[in-house]
């Protein structure tokens, strides 16, 4: 029952802490730096909307409130939830219009890349057994091929080579099923589920302590996020 769930804190691993940490750090910057196209108060605006985001979320983890179970609904469904709603509704809105608009395909392909490095973060951390191996390419988790993917189109772009629209259009709907197939295991390896088994090396509880929190509040959202944005841009430019 959800009352017996206990859950402990990961290991600590420098490279996985630090990795996304950082990348979560590194990427809202980018994010306000390429999405406010120049505009003081656009980015001001970001700038307080990822500060709450990333605050909020990290005192969520440091106080151990993600990690209680005993409560209806749990908050890590909530979170789940809430990040989801979040990424469809930015990505839907009228600032995703003006940002898919304003802002060049070059530059929304190039804030996806970071995913060929978070990639390998996670692949460290299955080998450490602080994530569920699911989660990783060694798992179902192909998103690798994802960031790759933006790097190369990204590096065409800039060199002002011409890229064939249905191959960015392909590479646009892969990283959202990747995206999808994360979710999906995801929850299926979360203490509500449990679908690969109890032992703490494949429940997907990291995510609940800081600053491991900002994969999903941060990161995922930001990938859910970009590639509305794209989808917006490439109907657009047809």
Not at 71 to 77: C, E, G, S
Not at 88 to 97: D, F, N, Q, T, V
Not at 111 to 139: C, D, K, T, W
Not at 205 to 231: D, K, N, R
């Amino acid at each position: 029952m959800a009352e017996q769930i206990v859950i402990r804190a990961p290991e600590f691993d420098a490279l996985v802490a630090y990795g996304i940490g950082g990348l979560a750090v590194l990427m809202a910057v980018l994010c306000i730096v390429c999405c406010s196209f120049g505009d003081r108060r656009r980015a001001w605006q970001m700038t307080v909307g990822f500060a709450l985001l990333m605050g909020l979320s990290a005192l969520a983890a440091a106080t151990g409130w993600l990690t209680r179970f005993d409560v209806l609904p749990p908050p890590m469904l909530a979170m789940f939830v809430a990040l989801l709603v979040i990424s469809l509704a930015a990505g839907l809105s009228r600032w995703g219009y003006q940002v898919a608009t304003n802002t060049s395909l070059l530059a929304l392909i190039g804030l996806q890349s970071f995913r060929f490095p978070l990639e390998l973060v996670m692949h460290h951390a299955a080998n450490r057994a602080i994530m569920p191996v699911q989660l990783s390419y060694s798992g179902y988790n192909f998103d690798i091929v994802t960031g790759l993917g933006a790097v190369v189109l990204f590096t065409l772009l800039w060199l002002k080579l011409d890229v064939p629209r249905w191959f960015i259009w392909l590479w646009n709907l892969w990283g959202m099923y990747c995206l999808m197939v994360i979710v999906v295991i995801a929850v299926a390896t979360s203490p509500l589920i449990r679908a690969f088994g109890n032992e703490p090396a494949k429940l997907n509880t990291w995510v609940l302590f800081f600053p491991y929190v900002w994969l999903p509040v941060v990161l995922v959202t930001i990938a859910i996020t970009g590639h509305l944005l794209i989808t917006r841009k490439l109907w657009r430019t047809q």
